[in-house]
């Protein structure tokens, strides 16, 4: 079956501090990757994406890139804020031709990521 | 645009009892998900529908039942609560798969 693996938390950063929260998958198909993120008391957004392996998503300065020899997508960011004080989940989903497939998507736990001025 | 609204946002039950959580979503959307999201557990899928008049089961689908009847809602149902179906609820929509919508989610607690 479809799997994901991301880090357990809480990770404590100082701001500007680097990030990075490491992702790795296990699937049958040819998935599609997907970053979440939770702020407090909201639900999911989608923060970034990728549909095929080298793709780069992007988006508020986080980045991840679909490795799919090491089959991983990391999250990165070069200077956390405080605002960057959330969950983030790692998901997959395959099938279809990109997007991923009508059955949903597959969580990793979440990793608490906590900010500290 | 209010996109995809959960009602209630809180509800405690007692073992046994029933309840419908709603979904809707003014964005024409053919995909909807059911999610519950446990501690260290991630969000598990539930159910779900790739348009009006038809559901799927998910990855954890017993205990729950599911309707859309009309596109822009999603409808779910615990028949008999029990205390494991303690958890935030999410609903979540998209035009295409695999939903990247989410609403605010739904407290329950099964006391």
């Known amino acids: 079956g479809n799997s994901v693996t991301q880090m357990e938390g809480p990770v404590t950063l100082s701001e500007e501090a680097f990030l990075t929260i490491n992702c790795t998958y296990t699937?049958?198909?040819?998935?599609?990757l997907f970053w979440y993120v939770q702020y407090p008391g909201e639900g999911l957004q989608l923060l970034l994406k990728?549909?095929?392996?080298?793709d780069k998503g992007s988006n508020k300065g986080f980045e991840a890139t679909y490795r799919k020899e090491t089959t991983s997508f990391h999250l990165e960011k070069g200077s956390v804020q405080v605002s960057d004080s959330a969950v983030y989940f790692c998901?997959?989903?395959?099938?279809?031709?990109?997007?991923?497939?009508?059955?949903?998507?597959?969580f990793g736990k979440g990793t608490h990521l906590i900010i500290q001025p | 645009n209010a996109g995809v609204t959960q009602t209630p946002k809180f509800r405690v039950l007692k073992t046994g009892q029933s309840m419908t959580l709603l979904c809707a979503q003014d964005?024409?959307?053919?995909?909807m998900y059911w999610y519950r999201q446990d501690p260290g557990m991630g969000l598990r899928l539930i159910h779900y529908?790739?348009?009006?008049?038809?559901?799927a089961k998910g990855e954890v689908p017993d205990g729950y039942n599911v309707s859309r009847l009309k596109k822009q809602n999603f409808l779910l149902g615990l028949e008999s609560a029990a205390p494991s179906q303690t958890s935030v609820y999410f609903c979540?929509?998209?035009?295409?798969?695999?939903?990247?919508?989410f609403g605010q989610g739904t407290r329950l607690t099964v006391v």
């Open positions: 979540a929509s998209s035009p295409r798969p695999p939903g990247a919508f």
């Open positions: 699937a049958t198909g040819y998935p599609s």
């Open positions: 990728a549909t095929k392996a080298d």
């Open positions: 998901a997959l989903s395959v099938g279809f031709d990109s997007g991923g497939g009508a059955d949903g998507l597959t």
């Open positions: 964005m024409n959307h053919e995909y």
């Open positions: 529908s790739v348009g009006e008049g038809t559901t």
